[in-house]
């Protein structure tokens, strides 16, 4: 092995530690918005709750997300990424053993809340990261780690939540299982906050303040010498004349267009329904008919499908290219949501359709729409807004994963299943139909020329 090639490997070795470190945020992420789908059965027994409690015992946490991620880009622009993710950490460990504690349903949303804040900057902040610490030929698999770990949380939460509800009986599982489901997350979470003490800060953002020394021994870590030294003009020159503000978005035609495509993508990504399916997998699988058990059973296999096609999707997306992703996955998950929807429509549900397409179509949307919007929002713009837009279209994502959390157990009671489930297959229709005449290829191109591709357009 040359010294050029030795050194390489060095840099990727380093640039993956670093990514693996800050995708950990994922895997908050995931645990978190996951665990409620094995606690809120016991939970509504316990505090004897409506379908409107319902949907806000899961949704509460969505409205600290959106709070979190609007407020993520300007306080990572002013403080850094690194000491705002700290802060999410912190966030996050407070909120797990809060929500395992509370004696009353007002007290577990308030830590719920607290949680989201949590969540929405690490979703919003954790691919920004790595995608300004990733070289351009690794940038959309070291982004995408964020998600693998997203889905690795919510495929761990599924055997945990199952093993505490097992380890009990039915007045155990009521009183104390899906506490234990809320407070195990107090592990991950030290360990993410330990580990981020170990990371360096963003050299984007290290420049952005004028550390220009600081800024360029870490390119030089990622890049070597040479590449550090050609790296570091461009990112210079990406800075000049222009002002981060929250303004100049609108302004700029190009910058409208990344906008639109990433608030619209953001959107896309929740309304086609991916998280009823998993905030709500156990509940659907017993409108089909499956007991309890059962369906805790069954909700573990979507959650092994959603991380072994996601590993599936971290090798293609920078073989294959962002926008080929989302339109085969777009198309992929409204085959299946029309099926879903048949299913439900008939006199009696058959579970083993119902599961074979519910498999189907997450295995469709972990190979595009879960990872592959988290790497554009953080690719689409320019250094000096990008803090600001990533957040924007975040807190898009959050605000329609609210609406999704907080109503689909009422439009399940009031327009039932069959209804539901065509509404998500026609807006995986306007996504293939969305990314094939707006959405460009980003794949190969350095962050600092991918605005380039909006002039051009």
């Known amino acids: 092995m040359t010294t050029t090639q030795s050194q390489q490997a060095s840099s990727l070795k380093f640039v993956t530690l670093v990514s693996?470190?800050?995708?950990?945020?994922?895997?908050?992420?995931?645990?978190?918005?996951?665990?409620?789908?094995?606690?809120?059965?016991?939970?509504?027994?316990?505090?004897?709750?409506?379908?409107?409690q319902?949907?806000?015992?899961?949704?509460?946490?969505?409205?600290?997300?959106?709070?979190?991620?609007?407020?993520?880009?300007?306080?990572?622009?002013?403080?850094?990424?690194?000491?705002?993710?700290i802060t999410a950490a912190l966030l996050f460990i407070i909120s797990c053993i809060g929500s395992a504690l509370p004696e009353s349903f007002s007290t577990y949303?308030?830590?719920?809340?607290?949680?989201?804040?949590?969540?929405?900057?690490?979703?919003?902040?954790?691919?920004?990261?790595n995608a300004e610490i990733a070289p351009t030929k690794y940038r959309g698999r070291l982004v995408a780690l964020n998600q693998l770990a997203t889905?690795?949380?919510?495929?761990?939460?599924?055997?945990?939540?199952?093993?505490?509800?097992?380890?009990?009986?039915?007045?155990?599982?009521?009183?104390?299982?899906?506490?234990?489901?809320?407070?195990?997350?107090?592990?991950?979470?030290?360990?993410?906050?330990?580990?981020?003490?170990f990371v360096p800060e963003s050299p984007r953002w290290l420049m952005k303040q004028g550390?220009?020394?600081?800024?360029?021994?870490?390119?030089?870590?990622?890049?070597?010498?040479?590449?550090?030294?050609?790296?570091?003009?461009d990112i210079e020159q990406s800075f000049k004349q222009k002002k981060g503000t929250f303004s100049v978005l609108f302004k700029s035609p190009a910058l409208r267009a990344a906008l639109t495509v990433a608030v619209v993508l953001a959107v896309m990504q929740q309304f086609t329904g991916i998280n009823a399916v998993m905030y709500y997998a156990p509940e659907i699988f017993k409108t089909a008919g499956a007991g309890t058990n059962a369906a805790l059973i069954q909700t573990i296999a979507?959650?092994?499908?959603?991380?072994?096609?996601?590993?599936?999707?971290?090798?293609?997306?920078?073989?294959?290219?962002?926008?080929?992703?989302l339109m085969y996955g777009s198309a992929g998950m409204a085959?299946?949501?029309?099926?879903i929807s048949i299913a439900f429509n008939m006199e009696e549900t058959n579970s083993v359709v119902l599961l074979i397409f519910l498999l189907m179509y997450v295995a469709s949307f972990a190979i595009s729409l879960g990872p592959v919007v988290w790497v554009i929002m953080s690719e689409l713009?320019?250094?000096?807004?990008?803090?600001?837009?990533?957040?924007?279209?975040?807190?898009?994502?959050?605000?329609?994963?609210y609406i999704i959390s907080q109503f689909f157990p009422t439009l399940l009671s009031s327009i039932g299943a069959s209804s539901t489930f065509i509404i998500f297959a026609i807006l995986s229709v306007f996504t293939f139909f969305f990314t094939w005449k707006k959405v460009p290829e980003t794949k190969d191109v350095p962050l600092e020329q991918i605005e380039t591709l909006w002039a051009k357009g």
């Open 381 to 401: 713009f320019p250094n000096h807004v990008r803090g600001i837009a990533t957040a924007i279209g975040s807190m898009s994502l959050w605000i329609a994963d």
């Open 302 to 325: 979507i959650g092994f499908i959603n991380f072994a096609f996601t590993i599936l999707s971290i090798w293609l997306i920078d073989r294959v290219g962002r926008k080929q992703l």
């Open 109 to 129: 949303v308030m830590f719920r809340i607290i949680g989201g804040l949590g969540i929405g900057i690490t979703s919003t902040l954790c691919p920004l990261y």
């Open 151 to 197: 889905v690795t949380g919510i495929f761990l939460v599924y055997f945990v939540n199952l093993w505490i509800s097992n380890s009990g009986d039915s007045t155990w599982q009521v009183e104390s299982a899906w506490r234990w489901m809320f407070g195990v997350g107090t592990i991950p979470g030290l360990i993410f906050l330990i580990a981020l003490f």
């Open 335 to 339: 085959i299946s949501l029309f099926v």
């Open 20 to 52: 693996i470190i800050a995708a950990i945020g994922g895997l908050l992420f995931g645990f978190d918005t996951a665990v409620v789908s094995g606690a809120i059965g016991f939970m509504g027994e316990k505090f004897d709750l409506n379908d409107f």
């Open 211 to 233: 550390r220009r020394d600081e800024a360029y021994a870490t390119l030089n870590r990622i890049h070597g010498e040479q590449l550090a030294n050609e790296e570091i003009v």
């Open 54 to 85: 319902v949907g806000w015992a899961v949704s509460s946490l969505i409205v600290g997300c959106i709070i979190g991620a609007a407020f993520s880009g300007i306080l990572s622009d002013k403080f850094g990424r690194k000491r705002v993710l």
